[in-house]
């Protein structure tokens, strides 16, 4: 196993750290500051755990854990209330009639994936999101493979059934 030096580590937390507050706007529901703090603080402990990174896996898989295990965590200790910013702003020009049903059918499912179960919401945005793959999710969520498609089938059934009532 390599240790992970500064400058590496730099490199990685500028290929990662993206992609990471990314992934904890969606979980937050879009909230921005608490997004940065998560980030900020998973990779304050990934440098803290750097020993115990296996070079020979990939980072990826490893900070996603770690962000995984941190959002239990958050949920454990506090409610976070779910709200998406409005993604229109004032100066947008006028969209055709097709682009305004997408966007409104993208924001139904956004609103579907945000009423999920933290379990199921965390396996569809690593998996549909992230693109993480199948087994690369259970590694993550220290689940079987088995159990991370059970979620993500239920997690579609629901989305799709919220969809469905909400035309």
Known sequence: MKRLNAETFRRLY?????RAQGFFMRMTGYDRELARDLTQDLFMRLWAKRDSYDSGKPFRTWMFAAAYN????EYRHKTVV????????????VIESDAIERRELEQMILDAVQKLPQQQK?????RYEEELTISEIAKICDIPEGTVKSRLF????AVRNYCKTNE
Do not use: I, Q, R
Request: glycine share 4%.
């Open 14 to 18: 500028l290929e990662h750290g993206p």
């Open 70 to 73: 941190m959002l239990k965590n």
């Open 82 to 93: 779910m709200e998406y910013a409005d993604s229109l702003d004032d100066t947008e020009p």
């Open 122 to 126: 965390a396996v569809f945005m690593l």
């Open 154 to 157: 239920t997690a579609l059934s």
